[in-house]
Every structure is written in structure tokens, then in C-alpha cells.
């Protein structure tokens, strides 16, 4: 077999020029399997425009090699599994009509679905679905920031950060180049876990410590500096804030106008139908 795929690519490499120009007049077959045959025609989908020659041998045989693979495959599925030929036509048949009528819900949707979703939106789906929103870690505001032990200005950044001036923290963000890694919006919620990874130096114990509002840790390592102040803990079963879970629930609204706009869709076409006697239940 791998020596009939090197023959068909020879032969087609030699037979580039011809190879590539359809005639729809006579059918050139250009491989083989069993009773099956591949045509020149069959490759008139698979070219874009402009493309270089080798570029079009390449793709032709990359073809011709996955279609002979398909073809024997197919043959020993055919042959081994000949018993369950009427289950698979069925499942076929079953799947075409639910690609027709899952294109066409996706049609009407796109076309008339409301997407615009506003703060008032979200703030009433909040309200009426809070207990649906309860969290499985624990939240966490905070600031931090990553330096070189040995920096010159050492004092100055650890004076800046611990202040809560906001003339403070503006000087901080405006000495972004010292820092090493920087969280300073402590207005955000941030995952608990994702502060671990943020800084590998905390660990399982400085746990309890940090989620604990208002706390302070600061460690180092052979060669940083890490300063982590807490400003507010959610912790693990509490709700979660709408802004933390706002992108959530504007998917969720979503979702559920897309299942209202295909129930209506539905019984609209139903009773359209049932108006015009298209249909008879006996």
C-alpha cells in the first residue's frame, strides 16, 4: 500500500500541468480503490486562487492519500459491520434532518435575537437568580507588587504601597518599571487560586492569614521582594458580587432569549400551520 501512495504521487507530480486543468467534457481518474475512483473534478473545491504550483502538488497529495485512506477504511467498516447497515442509514437519515433544522433555528436567530443586554438587565437577573450564584472558592481584593531585593528605591516602593493615598498609589503605577509584577486595582475581585499562581512564594499555610480582611503579608525569595495587602475576602458558599459574576449572567440571558425566541418560533409555526390545515393528527 505505501508503495501504491508513492506511485500515485510520482505520477501526479510528473502530470502536474495537465493535472490541475479540469475538463468537465471527460472524466480523468487520477486513483483507485476497490470500484471507487477519484477524478480530476473531484479537486476543483480544494484550490484557492493564486496558488503556486507546489504549493497545489502538495495539497493534491495530501488529498489523494487521506481519500484512499477513507475509501479502505470505509470498505472494512462495509465489510465488518455490514449487520448494523440499516441502524447507521437510520442514524444518517436522522442527522441530516436535524442539520437542517438546527441551521435553520440558528438562521432565525442570528437574524432577530435581542443581544443588547443593559445594567438593568443584569442587575434584575441578579436579584431573582442571587442564590444560584454561590461561590466554590474563595475572592479576594487585593494589591500587590513584585521587586528586586537589592533595587535602590526599595524604601520608597514599600512606602508607596502601604500608604492609602491615592496621590500614593498614582506614584507607584508611575513607577511601573521597577516593579517586577504589579496588581494595584484593589476595586476588582481576584480568585484565590489565582493568586497562588501569581506568587508561587505564598503557600498553604499563609492561607488563613490571607483571607483574612486587611491583612498584610510580606515574603521574599533568593531573589524578590512581595508585598500582598488584602482588602475584602469572599469567602467559599457566599454569593457571589454581581461584578464578579456579571459576564456569567449576561450568557445566561442570553441563552435564555435564544429558548424563548425558538418556543415562539415553534408554536407560531405550529399554529400557522394548523390555521392552513397543513397537518392532521389521526
Given at each position: ?26 472524466k ?10 477519484l ?24 488529498y ?12 472494512k ?36 435575537l ?12 441578579y ?41 500614593d ?5 508611575s513607577k ?6 504589579h ?44 508585598l500582598?495587602?488584602i ?9 457571589a ?10 450568557q445566561m ?8 425566541l ?21
Amino acid at each position: 500500500m505505501k508503495y501504491r501512495y508513492i506511485c500515485i504521487i510520482a505520477i501526479i507530480s510528473l502530470q502536474s500541468c495537465d493535472y490541475f486543468t479540469i475538463k468537465k467534457d471527460n472524466k480523468h481518474p487520477v486513483a483507485r480503490v476497490n470500484n471507487t475512483y477519484l477524478y480530476k473534478e473531484d479537486f476543483k473545491n480544494i484550490f484557492t486562487e493564486n496558488i503556486v504550483k507546489q504549493d497545489s502538488i502538495l495539497i493534491a497529495n495530501n488529498y489523494i492519500n487521506n481519500w484512499i485512506k477513507q475509501q479502505l477504511l470505509l470498505s472494512k467498516a462495509h465489510l465488518n459491520l455490514g449487520n448494523k447497515t440499516e441502524e447507521f442509514e437510520e442514524l444518517v437519515i436522522k442527522y441530516r434532518k436535524d442539520l437542517f433544522i438546527n441551521s435553520y433555528k440558528e438562521a432565525v436567530v442570528k437574524q432577530y435575537l435581542n443581544t443588547e443586554i443593559t445594567k438593568k438587565d443584569i442587575e434584575q437577573f441578579y436579584k431573582e437568580n442571587s442564590q444560584n450564584f454561590k461561590l466554590n472558592e474563595e475572592l479576594v481584593k487585593l494589591k500587590y507588587i513584585k521587586i528586586d531585593k537589592e533595587i535602590l528605591n526599595k524604601k520608597e516602593l514599600i512606602k508607596l504601597f502601604n500608604s492609602t493615598k491615592k496621590e500614593d498609589l498614582d506614584s507607584l503605577n508611575s513607577k511601573e518599571l521597577f516593579l517586577k509584577s504589579h496588581h494595584l486595582n484593589d476595586s476588582i475581585w481576584v480568585k484565590y487560586s489565582d493568586l497562588m499562581l501569581k506568587i508561587p512564594v505564598l503557600n498553604a499555610d499563609d492561607k488563613k492569614q490571607l483571607l483574612k480582611k486587611g491583612s498584610f503579608i510580606q515574603k521574599e525569595d533568593s531573589l524578590s521582594l512581595y508585598l500582598v495587602a488584602i482588602k475584602q475576602v469572599l469567602k467559599r458558599n457566599e454569593i457571589a458580587p454581581e461584578s464578579y459574576i456579571t459576564p456569567t449572567i449576561k450568557q445566561m440571558i442570553l441563552h435564555q432569549r435564544k429558548l424563548l425566541l425558538i418556543r415562539n418560533i415553534e408554536e407560531t409555526l405550529i399554529d400557522d400551520a394548523n390555521k392552513k390545515q397543513q397537518f392532521e393528527i389521526y
